[in-house]
């Protein structure tokens, strides 16, 4: 997708009067290690992707917003004054809830929009194709109607209230701070607490980061996201009530470790060592990066999928079945689940010379054992949302 190849979609929905379109980007992200850890107050490390949501916009006279997507068949417009009201369709509710959040900030657009959006990041598969419709219209908003009140971390937590309040989904800060503040070959070390941040360059001499697609169609994954959310919570009350702490991104392994017999229930325990045990090897990953080692690198990702596979149980047969198969090919020195799990995407570490056999073998090996056929992307790490020229 191009500004070009928008704009004319653009004109063949709403005509061609009037000013020309603004065209709108914000790309989806990859979580390389940090899992569950954001909405727990500990590290993640992601990086924005070069592909994500394009979004053209233009400003009419009328008094309502028409919205289309040249991905979904759903359209409508709706009256200014309606813009706080749910619709029966899942996408739209997404630019919705950010015309909400900002209007709670005094911010609302005086006038009538035509908006057309397009994605080219798979939905609903782990990549954060949410995020990117948030953060565009976000961006918009805040740039057209907010006089760029909003910085981008204040953006992304805008957006993310969208979605905590209008779809209902508990997520933390993560997908929408990556896409926000990404740069282009850089990933983000980003602490989700205090939502400090440091840029680490991604130095990968002659390897790739492949990500794969389970094309499994995702059940019940926001209600047990929410209940993992809440299983969390539950760790912190039996914690407190021998330590006072804050949130488990607090605690070390060796203070988890001498305290973990506190949580009667077995269930929590696992879900508070996943945590916990992340929450570190987040660290000790940027640690690997910056010093070139990316052997470790790749043994981390792999004990991050085993943690989130045994002890938080998020995983699934599909994206063990990728996992698995992918550590079977000679060069991959890493993979894991990405994301939140049930289903979605994996991300490996890989050799250059072993992508092509990785694609094949990965891809003949999961479809005989599954029956789904999956999709790769080699990722190429991009900037974060913006205005096109
Ligand atoms: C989803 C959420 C994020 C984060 C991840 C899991 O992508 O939106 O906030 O919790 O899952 O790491």
Redesign the pocket.
């Known amino acids: 997708m191009t500004s070009e190849i928008i704009i004319t979609k653009f004109y063949k929905k709403y005509g061609e009067s009037g000013e020309s379109p603004r065209v709108f980007f914000s790309p989806g992200r990859v979580?390389l290690i940090?899992?569950?850890?954001?909405?727990n107050g500990g590290y993640?490390f992601p990086c924005a992707l070069s592909y994500g949501t394009y979004m053209a916009a233009r400003i009419t006279d009328t008094k309502t917003i028409k919205f289309a997507s040249l991905n979904f068949d759903f359209t409508i417009e709706i009256p200014l004054s309606e813009l706080n009201n749910k619709v029966k369709n899942e996408w739209v509710n997404y630019p919705l809830g950010v015309f909400d959040e900002f209007k709670k900030t005094g911010v609302e657009p005086d006038h009538g929009i035509e908006l057309l959006f397009s994605g080219d990041i798979p939905n609903g598969a782990?990549l954060?194709s949410s995020?990117s419709i948030e953060t565009v219209t976000g961006f918009f908003i805040n740039k057209v109607f907010g006089k760029n009140k909003l910085n981008l971390v204040e953006l992304a937590l805008l957006c993310q209230r969208a979605?905590n309040k209008f779809i209902g989904?508990n997520?933390?800060?993560?997908?929408q701070f990556a896409v926000s503040v990404g740069k282009k070959d850089h990933a983000i070390f980003l602490d989700c607490d205090t939502l400090n941040y440091e840029l680490v360059p991604i130095k990968l001499d002659g390897l790739k980061l492949i990500i794969s697609n389970t094309n499994k169609k995702r059940q019940l994954a926001d209600s047990k996201?929410n209940e993992r959310r809440s299983e969390c919570e539950q760790a912190v009350k039996y914690l407190n009530k021998f330590k006072k702490i804050k949130n488990l991104g607090k605690l070390s392994l060796n203070e988890f470790n001498e305290l973990s017999a506190r949580i009667p229930d077995e269930v929590i325990r696992k879900r508070a060592l996943h945590v916990v045990s992340e929450d570190q090897r987040c660290v000790e990953a940027v640690d690997a990066l910056k010093n070139g080692d990316m052997m470790r690198f790749g043994v981390l990702m792999n004990e991050s999928h085993n943690s989130l596979k045994d002890d938080y149980e998020v995983t699934g047969t599909e994206l063990d079945t990728l996992v698995e198969e992918a550590r079977n090919i000679k060069g991959v020195l890493g993979s894991r689940m990405t994301?939140?799990g049930f289903g979605g995407c994996t991300v490996s570490l890989v050799k250059e010379e072993s992508v092509d056999i990785f694609i094949k073998n990965v891809g003949k090996k999961y479809e005989q054992r599954t029956g789904l056929k999956p999709d790769f992307y080699v990722a190429d790490v991009g900037n974060g949302v913006k205005e096109i020229q």
Request: with cysteine; proline share 0%.
């Open positions: 979580n940090g899992e569950h850890t954001d909405y993640v782990g954060s995020a979605e989904v997520c933390g800060i993560m997908d996201y994301g939140a």
